[in-house]
């Protein structure tokens, strides 16, 4: 009963931190910004404590993190669970050889990429990026780490953008179907 009360106030204090732009980046779209929640400092380390205690314990031994704003709170929730983090970069940012996936967007086309020797046959792989919308992202992150024998157990999301049904995409395509998902927030 404790952790529920705690939770629905952690939600309710990220909430509030959470500042609305209408009309960004285009006209109609009613933005997320998050930015404000990294200046409470207070506030960032109760939700980043509360989520590495919540997936301590389940499998995990390594953290992928999305370009750009998943690097936030994947290194720290990383850094919080003693876990090695990996970044998957947009096209031609990493400096090694590495792995790519093209995927489409409502504009057009992106490529994540991620070093061929970051993940490996033994690591089960938490993903974390700030928002789940339609879950081409992810998907591509979900696809480079099964193309490099990783297992993805969890996604992790400050938000989910439920109605776009992000999650049933990623669903479809991850070869482990007991893949847990964790959000704060969904609108």
């Known amino acids: 009963m404790a952790e529920n009360f705690w939770y629905a106030n952690l939600k309710t204090e990220v909430e509030e931190k959470i500042r609305n732009v209408p009309d960004f980046p285009k006209e109609g779209i009613q933005f997320k910004d998050i930015t ?39 290194s ?13 970069r947009k096209k031609g940012k990493l400096p090694a050889k590495t792995i790519s996936h093209t995927y489409s967007l409502e504009y057009g086309e992106a490529t994540l990429e991620m ?20 879950g081409g992202t992810v998907d591509a992150v979900v696809n480079l780490v099964q193309k490099l024998g990783g297992t993805v157990q969890g996604c992790w999301f400050l938000i989910e953008l439920s109605f776009l049904e992000g999650k049933s995409k990623i669903i ?15 609108y």
């Open 36 to 74: 404000p929640i990294f200046k409470d400092s207070s506030l960032f380390e109760k939700l980043m404590s509360y989520y590495a205690n919540k997936l301590k314990n389940k499998g995990i031994n390594k953290i992928v993190c999305v370009d750009a704003r998943g690097f936030i709170f994947g």
């Open 76 to 88: 720290v929730l990383a850094n919080k669970l003693g876990l090695p983090f990996v970044i998957a």
């Open 115 to 134: 070093h061929v020797d970051d993940i490996k046959s033994s690591d089960n792989v938490l993903i974390v990026d700030d928002l789940l919308a339609t």
């Open 172 to 186: 479809k395509n991850v070869s482990n179907y007991d893949v847990k998902f964790y959000s704060l927030l969904d």
